[in-house]
Each structure stands twice: as C-alpha cells, then as structure tokens.
C-alpha cells in the first residue's frame, strides 16, 4: 500500500478539524486486543508452504526507454515539470533490474526464496499499449529472467499489471475509467500467456486495484494523477474488475488445459478494527469500511457484484447529490457470471490498521465519502518511516480470519507484507525484524490455530526501490541499495539473516 494514501485520505477527505478531535479521542480509546493474540507461537507451517519476495517493473528496472519500451503512465506523471513525487526523483534508472536481473536471482537465491514474485511492464511488450506492435527485445527481457529464475528453482510468480499503463492508452481513452481498456488488456494477457505460459505458472492480473483506481483517478496522488475522486475511481475498478474477468476466462479456456497454472488478483487492505470495540456501531462501521475496501474488488470476484453495502449507499449518496444513475456502475448478468468465482487464489496485499468509528465529516462526494467512517490509527503504535504504516501484527491475523470467514476459507496467499525505514537507516534493520517476525508469526497463528488456508507468503521488497509518490526517501527493501551510485549496489540488511531463518525453518519451530 502505497505511501501516502492513508494519510491523504484522512487529511484530504476528512478534513484536517476531523482528523485532530478523532485522533484526540482515539487515543483514549483502548484497543480490543486479546493478550493472548500477541504470545509468541512456536512451530512450523504446513509442508510445502512457500516463502518468497515481491518487487514491480517501475520500481525496479530502470530502462524506461531501451530496447523499443514505450512510455507508461509513469515514466509520463514522473517526467512532468513539476515533479509530483517529493524527492524529484524517477524510476529512469531505479534499482536498474532491466540491466542487473542476473544479480537479483542471485540475492533471491542466497536468501532461500521458493519464488519471486516480480511485474511485467505492459508498455515493455506493447510500447502502444495495443497489440499492433509487440516489442520482442521487450519479451527476451523477460524470458531470460524467467528461464534464470527456473535454472535456480525458484518459481516465478507474475503480477501482469502493477499501475504502469502505457501511456498511449491513457492518452488515447483516458486510461481506466474508459471500458475500452478491458479489449486492450484481455490482448496484452492473450500475449503474456503465448508467450510465457509454459513456464509461468502463477498469474495475477492486477496488483492492488484499489490504489490505481483511487489514487490514481481520485485523488490524483498516483499516475495518471487525475483528480476525479466522485466517479472516476468506480469507473476504473468497473473496467478493472471486467479486465480480470476476461484474462482469467480467456486463460481458463485456452491455456490452463495445456499450461496448467493458476490466476488470482491482488488486492490489499488494512484491518479494520472497531476504534471502540464493545460498541456495535464501531463494528458496524469497521465491517462497512472492509467492505468499501476490500469488498469493492473481492465480492464481484468471488461472488459476482459489488458488496450490498455498498451498492445501497453509493446509490442513496448519487440520489441525494441528485444524480439520475449511481456513481456505482452495474454488471448486467453477463458480466456477473463471468466474474462470479474468476480466481483460482486470492492474492492479499497487507501492511497495516486502521482504527475505525461511524461517521466523519466529508468535504466532497467519492469512495472515502460514501462509506461515512472515520479511520485513525492508535498513537502508540509502533511507527515506520512511512506516515501510514504502523506495526500492529495481530490485525494480519484477524484479516485472515475474516477473508476465511467473508469468502469461504480460499486459498491466499498474501503477496506483499513489509515495513520501510528512511533514507538514513543503516544496515541494522531491528525493527524490520521485529515487524517481519511477528507479522508472519501471526500468519502461522492463522494457518494452524484458525485453520485458514494461506499457502504463501511474500515479503516486500528484496531490495529498496522506488517507492512511488515517496520517490527513495522511503526504503522496503531487505538489501540496502545506493541510488547515487551509477553501479545501484545492493547491500544485505539484517533483515536477510532473519528472514532467511525463517523461511529455512518454515516457520519458527525453536524457543524465541
Ligand atoms: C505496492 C508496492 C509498494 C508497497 C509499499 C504496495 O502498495 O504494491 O508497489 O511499494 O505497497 O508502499
């Protein structure tokens, strides 16, 4: 979840007034959280389970225009005159992976990682967005990447879209928001699978949908930075959710009988946690706010539409605005049967909690509006260098369950998890530790006291990168890298001995 959404959605759309008396009071407010939630459990996770690192194409490989790649909607948000990321930087160069991917299979190796989990960059392969020209030193990028990975057993795991829209597609049909896209993509998919399939064998369509839709299109935070916040972003997830649907029809009936891989969706959240939990409203307001958030993408997935909640109060705020259709689009029944059960895992993407009450003030209609919570975080929360991300452990735990509980115990695998430090920090990353240890220890609490069925997990970053509208000031990776030196060296952190322990041991079956 990126850097500075939380903190701009509160601020922008709550108001700062709101913000301050509900953080006043939230910090009174003790946190329902059981003792025993946070006990140490010592044991392993079940055989086979796998243990791997994410990064994503814009963040890491640099290269933006070699080899024939086109322009995507980030390299164009990051070039414009006035920067809008806060340390002027681009990922022109980032970790420089296009050039130095043989390196990172073997930082991946040296680590003890079962896969890797890394994005393809669309305009790579389609520098026009559209499959009138496929760039092929674009596709040898690729399968020199994949074939290195498999040469040193580790399992590729592919995220076809993580927010880098070619650029033509955004300015020829205003990007997301135009279901054009869905035609568009379904080619791009129909290319990645020709080409790759026979090795690939995990397929997630989008990466966090939530935050290219409302960051991008709402609040105008993210590329294509588009200020849109009432309509745009329903538009967008509309045609991203339909995208979905087609690429993993279109692989269900031409590629899995022959490749034999399965496709799911990323999609992330916080937990929220009632503020208050012995009050019902606050519970209501936090089962609302999942639902906004992480309902939005999985309801339609899962079971075919947009969860109720949310159907009924997006209609009701568009009636009152006196708009005569919804804000929220609907799927005729076509389209709700190719989205119903349209993953074969869900990919879950989580780093954080929210505190959550009823109500709030709200300056103008859009997603944060419609849901009427309030969302603080409590002040004694161990903090990251990022505003929004703070250690809570046990709301990993609880979000598991609910997923197990919302949507029938399916298969995850959670494909980010991770905590930054600042542009400063040395090598002795001890909270990044900390953090890691006792997120997954709460994963492991899920997987053998719950019984919930998360078979992978996915640590991010293997290296500090670009890390969107934060440019390098703040840092996720496990291998510190210099971005001022034109050799991007990457350094190991602690965290790399830690962490390889863990995924060694499979879990933590000594006494801590
Ligand atoms: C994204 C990553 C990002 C990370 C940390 C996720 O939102 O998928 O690209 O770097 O969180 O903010």
Redesign the pocket.
């Given at each position: 979840?990126?850097?500075l959404?939380k903190h701009y959605i509160i601020i922008i759309v709550c108001a700062c007034l709101s913000y301050q008396v509900i953080s006043a009071r939230g910090a009174s407010v003790s946190v329902g959280v059981n003792q025993e939630d946070d006990d140490f459990l010592n044991g392993t996770f079940p055989e086979g389970f796998m243990w791997g690192y994410?990064t994503?194409a814009y963040?890491i490989e640099g290269a933006w225009n070699e080899d024939g790649k086109g322009e995507s909607i980030w390299d164009h948000f990051t070039h414009r005159l006035i920067s809008p990321i806060i340390d002027g930087s681009t990922g022109d160069i980032a970790c420089d992976s296009y050039h130095k991917y043989a390196e990172d299979v073997e930082l991946l190796k040296a680590l003890g990682a079962n896969f890797y989990r890394f994005s393809i960059s669309w305009s790579r392969i389609l520098p026009n967005g559209t499959n009138d020209v496929v760039n092929q030193p674009g596709i040898d990028y690729y399968n020199r990447l994949i074939d290195l990975l498999l040469e040193n057993n580790i399992t590729p795991m592919v995220t076809m879209y993580?927010?880098d829209l070619p650029q033509a597609l955004q300015a020829n049909y205003g990007g997301w928001p135009n279901e054009s896209l869905v035609e568009h993509y379904e080619n791009y998919a129909r290319i990645l699978f020709e080409n790759f399939g026979d090795r690939v064998k995990y397929w997630i369509t989008f990466?966090?949908p939530f935050?290219t839709c409302e960051l991008g299109y709402g609040l105008s935070i993210a590329a294509p930075g588009i200020l849109g916040e009432a309509i745009q972003p329903y538009l967008c997830a509309h045609t991203i959710l339909k995208s979905h649907a087609k690429a993993y029809r279109l692989y269900e009936s031409e590629f899995k009988p022959t490749q034999n891989g399965q496709v799911g969706i990323?999609i992330?959240t916080e937990w929220m946690e009632p503020r208050n939990s012995s009050n019902p409203d606050h519970e209501e307001a936090a089962e609302r706010a999942r639902r906004f958030k992480h309902g939005w993408f999985a309801f339609p997935v899962f079971f075919g539409d947009y969860p109720p909640v949310m159907r009924e109060m997006v209609d009701a705020a568009s009636a009152a605005e006196g708009r005569n259709q919804s804000r929220l689009p609907t799927f005729d029944d076509n389209w709700k049967t190719l989205l119903n059960g349209s993953l074969d895992f869900l990919g879950l993407?989580h780093?954080t909690t929210e505190l959550v009450a009823p109500g709030g003030l709200c300056l103008f209609p859009g997603w944060s509006c419609d849901q009427h919570v309030t969302k603080t975080k409590d002040p004694n929360w161990e903090g990251s260098a990022?505003a929004w991300?703070k250690k809570v452990p046990w709301g990993l735990r609880k979000l598991i369950n609910w997923i197990k509980d919302t949507y029938g115990n399916p298969k995850v695998l959670i494909t980010?998890n991770?905590w930054?430090d600042a542009g400063n920090s040395g090598l002795n990353d001890t909270q990044r530790i900390g953090y890691y240890t006792d997120y997954i220890n709460n994963v492991m609490k899920a997987v053998i006291l719950d019984g919930c069925n998360v078979q992978a997990y996915t640590a991010?970053?293997l290296m500090d990168?670009f890390?969107?509208a934060?440019g390098f000031t703040?840092r996720?990776g496990v291998h510190w890298v210099n971005f001022t030196d034109p050799d991007r060296p990457r350094i190991p952190k602690a965290s790399t001995v830690a962490l390889k322990k863990i995924f060694d041991d499979n879990g933590f079956p000594e006494e801590k």
């Open positions: 979840m990126f850097s959404n994410a994503a963040q993580h927010w990466n966090e935050n990323t992330d993407n780093y990022s991300l980010e991770g930054s991010w970053s990168n890390e969107w934060n703040d996720f």
